[in-house]
């Protein structure tokens, strides 16, 4: 009972933050076609009937399709949102940056930064949600939107039923690099952006194709699944069969997360002759990981070849 109630209930809060999404870009663009974005529910209503027939709700051995429709599902709204706010950014109108309580409290209250009077109580509910999308910053929106796509990235994925093959202590592996993971991608997507000018698109563009890529470590599970012989002794074995997990960290973190983010880095410092502090320590964070991979990567092939006697 617990396993169908996760299962669905972690599909649906998917779907729900889909459809906050898009929401949001139909509100902005004001244009009823962007609703069809909701057609990208159907694969994950489709995975989820399957699953729950087929599989009880469990989820699989190597990879997680709910969260990969999930992906699918939101990453166009915030491609649109992120896009509108750097076309529009200097027609932007006074609003409310989350940055403090006080800011916060006259957000929920219908409170704009230009008007004087809260939100009256006879004012109809159409209005007073009106006033709040209007009274917060587009950009703390989108922000909002990373936040909690990735914070129900690893929540869902820690009520998600476990699949089969798949250990608890492999699943609290998976879900303390999930944490690492999103930490470092919130802080790629929030302040890369920001450090080009207003009229940059293509560092808007490249840092957005960049984070797209980086999302796809989540629906997998090769980082942390033992894929390794049951003789631990057995020396017939290939480098790849036994070192599995090992070689698939760091292929992810050469190809998927730290090669691509330094890569973004080393453009917006060289190309676009930016300097600062935390652009240069981050860029300096990947160029460090990467380095301790490729040192990782030559231990394991020494080690097997001395295994094998070579």
């Known amino acids: 009972m617990w396993t169908f109630i996760s299962a669905v209930f972690t599909r649906a809060c998917f779907i729900l933050v889909s459809l ?14 962007y609703w069809l974005l909701t057609l990208l529910f159907l694969p994950q209503v489709a995975e989820m009937v399957i699953t729950m027939t087929r599989r009880r709700g469990k989820d699989y051995k190597w990879y997680s399709p709910a969260i990969l429709l999930f992906l699918i599902s939101i ?18 109108p006074q609003c409310n940056r989350l940055d403090s309580w006080a800011a916060l409290r006259d957000s929920f209250n219908g409170q704009n930064v230009t008007s004087q009077n809260i939100t009256s109580i ?39 039923p476990i699949g089969g093959g ?17 930490a470092d991608i919130l802080e790629f997507t929030s302040e890369t ?18 984070w797209t890529w980086s999302m796809l470590q989540f629906p997998l599970h090769l980082s942390v699944v033992n894929n390794k012989p049951e003789d631990e002794g057995d020396r017939s074995s290939s480098l790849l069969t036994r070192h599995s997990t090992d070689l698939w960290t760091i292929t ?15 453009i917006v410092l060289i190309h676009f002759k930016v300097f600062n502090q935390m652009l240069v ?28 006697g070579i």
Not at 20 to 33: I, M, S, T
Not at 168 to 178: A, G, M, V, Y
Request: with cysteine.
């Open 122 to 160: 006879n004012e109809s509910f159409n209005v007073r949600l009106d006033k709040f999308i209007s009274a917060v910053c587009s950009k703390e929106w989108i922000l909002g939107l990373h936040m909690t796509q990735l914070i129900l990235l690893i929540v869902g994925k820690w009520f998600l």
């Open 193 to 210: 952006p920001s450090l080009g000018s207003k009229d940059s698109f293509q560092l808007i563009y490249m840092t957005l194709a960049v």
């Open 252 to 266: 992810q973190a050469l190809f998927i997360h730290d090669g691509p983010f330094l890569a973004v880095r080393l």
């Open 20 to 33: 906050v999404g898009v929401c949001r870009v139909a509100w902005v663009k004001k244009n009823p076609y």
């Open 75 to 92: 990453i166009p709204s915030i491609w649109i949102l992120e896009l509108h706010h750097h076309q529009n950014i200097s027609n932007e």
């Open 166 to 182: 798949v250990t608890r202590d492999e699943l609290s592996q998976l879900l303390l690099i999930f944490v690492g993971t999103a």
């Open 281 to 308: 320590f981050f860029a300096i964070k990947n160029l460090l990981v990467l380095a301790l991979n490729v040192y990782r990567l030559v231990v394991i092939c020494q080690d097997s070849r001395s295994d094998n």
